[in-house]
C-alpha cells in the first residue's frame, strides 16, 4: 500500500534537505589571485640575468586554498612574449584552452576544485617559459576535515627547479631548453656550483617536530632524487590525492611529479645536508635542515 506523506511533512523533510546542503557547501570559499608576468634580474651560477617570472619571484607564488574551493587567478602579461598557463593535474580548469596572454593582456582562469587535495602545481605551458614560470598549489583539508595523517607541526613547500645560463625566449620556443646547467631548491642553488653568490635553502625544525614537506619537480625531462641525510619520509600522497603510507629513506619524482612526506626532527642538535639530483647524476644540489631544539632543550 502507497503511503502518503501530508504537505507538512513534506515541507519538514525538503527544509532539512536543504539544510543539509547548506551545511555541506557552504564551506567552499572562492579566491581571487593576481599573477603579474613580468621580467626580473637574477643573479646564480655567479652571472645575471632577466628571466621571466610571476611578480618578480623565482619560483613563483604559492596558491594555497582548501579542497573544493573556486580559484580565480587573473594573469597579467607584462612580459614581452606571449604566455599561456597550465593547473598541473586540476581537472575542472577553465583555462582557455591555449588561448595565449599576448603581452600587455590579461586572463582569468578559474579553476574549480572538487577531490584534489595534498600538493599540485601550475606552470606555463611552453618549455622555455615554464623553466622560470612555475609555483605550487596547495590544496589543504576543507574546514571541517582533518589529514588522515598525525597532523603536522608545520608545512615546508620544497620546489625543485632547472636553472640556465642561456637566455630562454620565445626564439627557442620550439626547442625545449635541454639539459639544465644546475638544480635549485626553492629557487637557491647551494654551495656545489663554485659560487659565492649562491645563496642555500635552509629548513630549520624543532626535536621532536613533524614536518609535512610538499615536494615538487619542477623540472622538465628530469627525474630527480631528493633526501636529508640521517631521516626518512613517510609518504602520505602524490599529484593531489591521499596515497597508503609508505615508508623511503629517499624520494624518486618523475617530471612534473609531487609528492607529500611526513618527516620527524629526531636527530641531534646540528646541521643535516639536504640534497637534490637528477637521477642521471651529472650535478647535486644541496640545501640545509638546522635544528632550532633538541631533546632536553
Ligand atoms: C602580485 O603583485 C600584485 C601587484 O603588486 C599584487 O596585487 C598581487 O597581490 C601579487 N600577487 C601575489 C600572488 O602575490
Ligand atoms: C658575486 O659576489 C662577489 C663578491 O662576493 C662580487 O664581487 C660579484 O660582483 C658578484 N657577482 C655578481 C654577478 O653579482
Ligand atoms: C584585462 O583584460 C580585459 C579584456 O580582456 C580588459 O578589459 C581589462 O582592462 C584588462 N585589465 C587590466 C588590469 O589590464
Ligand atoms: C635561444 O635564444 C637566445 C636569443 O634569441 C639565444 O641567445 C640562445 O642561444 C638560444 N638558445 C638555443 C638553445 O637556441
Ligand atoms: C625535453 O622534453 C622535450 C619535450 O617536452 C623534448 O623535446 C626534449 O628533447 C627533451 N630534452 C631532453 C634533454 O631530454
Not at 582562469?109 to 611552453?126: F, M, P, Q, R, V
Request: net charge negative; glycine share 10%; aromatic share 12%.
Amino acid at each position: 500500500m502507497h503511503k502518503m506523506v501530508s504537505q507538512k511533512q513534506g515541507f519538514i523533510w525538503l527544509s532539512g534537505l536543504l539544510f543539509l546542503n547548506v551545511l555541506l557547501f557552504s564551506r567552499a570559499d572562492v579566491h581571487h589571485y593576481e599573477f603579474i608576468l613580468q621580467e626580473s634580474e637574477f643573479t646564480k651560477l655567479c652571472s645575471t640575468k632577466r628571466i621571466l617570472t610571476v611578480n618578480g619571484s623565482f619560483p613563483g607564488p604559492e596558491i594555497r586554498v582548501r579542497r573544493g574551493d573556486t580559484v580565480f587567478v587573473n594573469v597579467h602579461n607584462q612580459g614581452n612574449h606571449a604566455v599561456s598557463m597550465e593547473w598541473e593535474g586540476v581537472e575542472d580548469s577553465f583555462d582557455g584552452s591555449d588561448d595565449l596572454i599576448q603581452p600587455g593582456g590579461n586572463f582569468t582562469y578559474e579553476i574549480e576544485l572538487n577531490d584534489e587535495i595534498g600538493t599540485l602545481w601550475w606552470h606555463a605551458k611552453s618549455a622555455w617559459a615554464s623553466a622560470t614560470v612555475h609555483g605550487a598549489f596547495i590544496i589543504l583539508p576543507a574546514a571541517n576535515e582533518d589529514y588522515p595523517f598525525p597532523a603536522p607541526t608545520s608545512d615546508e613547500t620544497i620546489i625543485l627547479g632547472p636553472w640556465f645560463r642561456q637566455e630562454l625566449t620565445e626564439a627557442n620556443e620550439t626547442i625545449a631548453p635541454g639539459q639544465a646547467d644546475a638544480y635549485t631548491i626553492n629557487g637557491h642553488p647551494g654551495e656545489t656550483y663554485g659560487c659565492s653568490n649562491d645563496t642555500t635553502y635552509r629548513l630549520q625544525v624543532d626535536y621532536e617536530g613533524i614536518y609535512l614537506l610538499r615536494l615538487v619537480n619542477a623540472v622538465a625531462n628530469e627525474t630527480m632524487v631528493f633526501g636529508i641525510s640521517y631521516h626518512s619520509f613517510t609518504i602520505v600522497g602524490q599529484n593531489g590525492a591521499y596515497t597508503r603510507r609508505s615508508f623511503a629513506t629517499s624520494l624518486t619524482l618523475a617530471p612534473g611529479q609531487t609528492i607529500d612526506v611526513l618527516f620527524c626532527g629526531n636527530q641531534n642538535l646540528g646541521h643535516y645536508y639536504m640534497t637534490a639530483r637528477p637521477s642521471s647524476g651529472r650535478h647535486i644540489t644541496t640545501g640545509i635542515v638546522q635544528y632550532t631544539t633538541t631533546a632536553g632543550f
